[in-house]
């Protein structure tokens, strides 16, 4: 079973931040919190990751509470080709582990 | 080069064949991945493997088998193709505290 959840839906304004939270409050001190996104049906795409520490690049930020049980991916000025399911998942960097996907949430970025 | 390729890209196929998806990774991982995507969106685990360990996922039927020549490649073997089988397959690898990286997918359509 995952050990995310997320809304199964958001709308965001073209141009707005979109924030997309992620509960993981099972999450163990070992494991990072990944996300990914899949734009129509291809395969799912990196974005960003983190332990603790928030983080950015250049295509997101993400902050991870305190207490690491929730996240929040940040799209600072979204576009209509950020409209995609939005996919946290929570793993440890050792390999060979049976990574796990929830639902996602499915981004509609809107004009 | 794309790093991780899945052919076939599309597979129509009879009730009761046997099929095979191959997957091959350019980028020196550890461990390889298969996921099944339904028509609801989820992304349920089926298989990691490394050069050690075969892990499954104990709700994929016996008829799902993957075989791995080398390093680079895990194929997906499926024998007697059901219906509920049809779906998209998608092949994933990564490195040991490295992120996942995703196949282009293969859509399976049995009839």
């Known amino acids: 079973d995952a050990k995310t959840t997320q809304p199964p839906s958001m709308d965001c304004a073209e141009g707005r931040a979109a924030n997309l939270p992620c509960n993981h409050s099972?999450?163990?001190?070992?494991?990072?919190v990944y996300w990914y996104r899949q734009i129509h049906s291809q395969g799912p795409q990196y974005i960003i990751h983190?332990?603790?520490n928030n983080e950015t690049n250049e295509m997101a930020s993400l902050i991870i509470t305190e207490d690491r049980k929730s996240s929040t991916l940040i799209l600072p000025h979204a576009t209509l080709r950020d409209t995609a399911v939005y996919y946290c998942?929570?793993?440890?960097?050792?390999?060979?582990?049976?990574?796990?996907f929830g639902g996602g949430t499915r981004l509609m970025v809107k004009p | 080069d794309t790093a991780v390729s899945q052919t076939p890209k599309y597979l129509v196929t009879q009730m009761g064949n046997d099929k095979s998806i191959k997957c091959e990774q350019n980028?020196?991982?550890?461990?390889m991945y298969w996921y099944k995507q339904d028509s609801k969106k989820f992304l349920k685990i089926m298989f990691s493997?490394?050069?050690?360990?075969?892990?499954i996922n104990e709700t994929v039927p016996n008829r799902f088998s993957p075989k791995s020549p080398d390093k680079a490649h895990l194929n997906l073997h499926i024998n007697s193709l059901e219906l509920g089988d049809s779906a998209v397959y998608f092949c994933?690898?990564?490195?040991?505290?490295?992120?996942?990286?995703f196949g282009s997918g293969t859509q399976l359509s049995v009839l």
């Open positions: 493997y490394n050069n050690k360990e075969l892990i």
């Open positions: 980028l020196g991982h550890d461990t």
């Open positions: 994933a690898s990564r490195r040991e505290n490295e992120k996942l990286f």
């Open positions: 998942i929570v793993f440890p960097n050792n390999a060979g582990n049976m990574l796990t």
């Open positions: 099972t999450i163990s001190g070992n494991e990072y």
């Open positions: 983190g332990l603790k």
